[in-house]
């Protein structure tokens, strides 16, 4: 199946919040409708944002149906998810992916909704933002480096465009230079696809993987799962996000990067201490594009090889 991108987010289009994941107050909801309103986007709100079941926001066929209602419209340009938390995993089986591919828009997810951006490329084939939720936008303001790198992915070309890594860690970097079409993010979010339809081939790929409330004991348990069901075999790189200040308890491994090293397997490159974690600063990944890693120097730098959205 081909690449189906996203038209670039043209000025004045509408933005289309919806609810993939944790509820929102309508004070939240305000904080994102607002952020958006302000660069000069009409916002339109899915049905059920506000709604309330427990821990989710309402049911998952509701929220499902709010997510296509933004895809389908004309109008939309760019479907933003108002929060992270949990819950995005149950819309996975509820999209209509063939309308998606139809109507190819913006997706941008972070965290929980990790799970849709995967899915998404991987069924629908249509790349997708992993960098912001509308969760981003509850502070009075965003983080500015974050904020424009955001909008420079969603409405130009990045082809080209490099970002040095001055405390990034490189391990086992035998390949001067790894690249391939970026996936993963979210631990627990992207593990929930493995052994799924939904789950995007990962050989020759970029692997994201970043975690925020974890334990050294909970990450061995999710990194060697993904060892075994075969997720690492042939990747070009493993990317481990920041922060990973994870508590350590009794791991017999010194460090974060021991704990990884240990749990993945060996064959590949592997870079920690990234910054596109739970975190204000946060780099911009296009999932389904290709990025390079150019490992051979001080700082290692990341560049981007295609461009996430059609300029």
Not at 31 to 52: C, I, M, N, Q, S
Not at 152 to 168: C, D, Q, V
Not at 219 to 235: E, M, N, S
Not at 249 to 257: G, R, S
């Amino acid at each position: 199946m081909e690449t189906v991108k996203p038209p670039a987010l043209a000025p004045g289009a509408h933005v289309g919040v919806v609810a993939t994941s944790s509820p929102v107050s309508p004070e939240q909801l305000r904080r994102v409708t607002g952020h958006f309103e302000a660069r000069g986007h009409p916002v339109k709100v899915a049905p059920g944002v506000l709604d309330r079941l427990g821990f989710l926001a309402g049911t998952a066929e509701r929220r499902a149906a709010g997510v296509m209602a933004m895809f389908a419209d004309p109008d939309v340009g760019l479907v933003v998810p108002a929060n992270g938390g949990a819950g995005a995993e149950h819309l996975v089986d509820r999209l209509d992916y063939p309308t998606i591919r139809a109507n190819p828009k913006l997706f941008t997810g972070f965290s929980n909704p990790t799970s849709l951006n995967n899915a998404i490329w991987s069924a629908a084939r249509v790349p997708s933002l992993h960098g912001i939720s509308g969760f981003q936008f509850f502070p009075s303001t965003a983080e500015p480096w974050t904020e424009n790198a955001f909008w420079a992915m969603a409405t130009g070309s990045i082809t080209g465009h490099e970002i040095p890594g001055p405390h990034w860690r490189v391990h086992r970097a035998e390949r001067p230079r790894v690249s391939g079409p970026v996936v993963g993010g979210n631990l627990t979010a992207f593990r929930t696809l493995v052994g799924t339809r939904w789950m995007p081939p990962t050989a020759g790929a970029i692997l994201l993987i970043e975690a925020m409330t974890a334990t050294f004991e909970s990450i061995d348990t999710a990194l060697t799962h993904l060892r075994l069901a075969g997720v690492f075999r042939d990747i070009a790189a493993l990317v481990i996000g920041a922060p990973a200040d994870w508590p350590r308890e009794d791991a017999p491994d010194a460090d974060v990067d021991e704990l990884v090293l240990r749990c993945v397997g060996d064959g590949f490159p592997v870079v920690t201490n990234v910054e596109y974690g739970h975190q204000p600063r946060k780099i911009q990944f296009p999932i389904g594009c290709r990025v390079e890693f150019d490992l051979r120097g001080q700082p290692p730098v990341l560049r981007y090889l295609e461009d996430l959205v059609r300029v």
